[in-house]
């Protein structure tokens, strides 16, 4: 199939993706543009866990402060890594912190990754699910899967990188799943680090 430089460009900027990956893209789906999207975020996701070895020592520190009238009453930093200098000074990089940072004041989450949860912690909702499914009479043979169903929704709630991104005009999906997304366009190993959030009365 020829593929024309029109459509190469218009994927580019569509995804933001490379030259040669975009006319890949585009003979893998037959023209069709919304399979090369996809093809593409696909690759992304795939070319991200490869580089998930690779030291990630550069990057920058997103910031939020929401104001109440005259005043701040909460601010967050989120440190946002990559491996090289030169990712670390785009403007598509500092944006992204910016906007995690944004994600966080948010939607206030308790955790960066679901492995950060004390053992103890996931245990006690489990027993509290328990407890309430009990109490509204669930027979025990579906209380396993209620327990399963609403410890998803625990992750979903709390976790930052479970969490669905709060801007869908910018990505719809997961906090982690658009930072690996982002890794794979990129070409290079991108991850969150870590978060600070502080409000005031909290």
Do not use: W
Not at 133 to 147: A, F, H, L, R
Not at 171 to 184: F, H, P, Q, R, T
Request: proline residues 2%; charged residues 35%.
């Amino acid at each position: 199939m020829n593929i024309s430089a029109s459509d190469v460009k218009k994927l580019r900027d569509m995804s933001g993706a490379g030259m040669m990956d975009a006319k890949e893209a585009l003979k893998e789906s037959n023209g069709d543009f919304d399979a090369a999207v996809k093809y593409l975020r696909e690759k992304g996701l795939a070319d991200s866990k490869k580089r998930s070895d690779r030291d990630a020592n550069q990057g920058t520190i997103g910031e939020y402060i929401h104001f109440q009238q005259d005043r701040a009453v909460a601010g967050v930093l989120v440190e946002l890594a990559c491996e090289t200098d030169f990712v670390a000074k785009s403007e598509e990089f500092k944006d992204i912190a910016k906007q995690i940072a944004m994600h966080v004041a948010a939607m206030k989450p308790s955790y960066l990754n679901i492995d950060d949860i004390p053992e103890d912690k996931i245990q006690e909702e489990k027993e509290i699910i328990a407890k309430q499914s009990e109490n509204d009479g669930k027979p025990q043979e579906v209380m396993e899967k209620i327990i399963e169903g609403k410890i998803s929704s625990f992750f979903n709630d709390n976790v930052l990188n479970e969490q669905t991104f709060c801007n869908p005009e910018i990505y719809e999906g997961k906090v982690g799943v658009m930072i690996d997304e982002m890794s794979g366009k990129l070409g290079e190993r991108i991850y969150i680090k870590q978060f600070s959030h502080l409000e005031v009365g909290s």
